[in-house]
């Protein structure tokens, strides 16, 4: 085929002549082009000048999709990752659930819940009422013949156990650690709860049985003295038995009466409900641990917490 026209070189503009073997050389800047005879299906002369130029973009263009190619082949491999990583913490929230599950169903009660425990070097850095109410007052003058000093109540309170509600008013409570609540036993405890508000002191009875006695009062005999007690009353299930129990704020008069309780030599305990009675004699560790939180309560009415 013969080269009916000249042409330019794409790389410094000079003419192009053609020679006989079908190739063609820039006489300025050296360049060599290869002519081919042109079909449907080839390029034109000019397009296969310019072909070695794009092969440059088109070479980089698929090393682009190559990378991007290998790119791909990692994905499967980072989401297998991150599902794993997923799995490890959606099972450390079941664990961490199960485990506030079955720490509640051991309680099996209201009074305690939402409870959280106070290292022992927090304890006395919680903000303290500055003054005594007239309740508050009257309570520390009943409990006057009860033995409390800074170093007993320090000691008495360490042994406590002690937990920060985590609702409401920022609020500690002071529970024995002998205390009945929560076990199968028939008797009494004392809880604290105290805040920046004022110091508060609750009375607690429960009374274990295979059938509801549906109590309706209290009574405490101690040597010839009836002292009647009538809180509001509720029930429900412990370790498969119906308990019948009381949790109450106790304030005036009633202080005297767990000075008593916790003091006295022999103390019966009289339950009276509408599906029947029950009496039983209030255990020595019961008596010691009722003494041990009003000792507490005074301690903390006398500002050793502060």
Known sequence: MEIERLLNCTNCGAVLTASTDQIINCAYCGTVYHQKLQTNNTLSSTETATED????????ENGKASE????????????????????????????????AIVKKMGQDQAPRS???????????????PTKLTDMEQSSLEKLSTLDIDQTL?????KNADVSGLSSGIQETNVIDNKSIFGKPISGLYIDIYYSDAGYSIYFGSQHLSKNPLELQGLTFIINDEHL???PNFSADTL???????????IYGID?????????????????????????IILPKDQQDALKRQLQIYKGLLLGYAK
């Not at 130029?53 to 980089?60: C, F, H, K, N, V």
């Not at 290292?119 to 919680?126: E, L």
């Not at 202080?255 to 009496?279: E, P, R, S, W, Y």
């Open 255 to 279: 202080v005297l009466m767990l000075l008593k309780l916790a003091t006295a030599d022999k103390v019966a305990i009289h339950f009276m409900g509408k599906n029947g009675q029950d009496q």
């Open 228 to 230: 009647q007690y009538q």
């Open 114 to 128: 939402n409870t959280l425990t106070i290292d022992t070097v927090m304890r006395f850095g919680r903000t303290q």
């Open 53 to 60: 130029t794009q092969r440059e973009p088109e070479s980089a």
């Open 239 to 249: 370790q498969h038995l119906t308990n019948d129990y009381s949790h109450e704020m």
């Open 68 to 99: 991007a190619f290998q790119s791909d082949n990692y994905v499967p491999d980072r989401q297998n990752r991150s599902l794993g990583a997923n799995i490890i913490i959606i099972a450390s929230v079941i664990i961490i659930i199960t485990i």
């Open 153 to 157: 109540f320090n000691k008495l309170y």
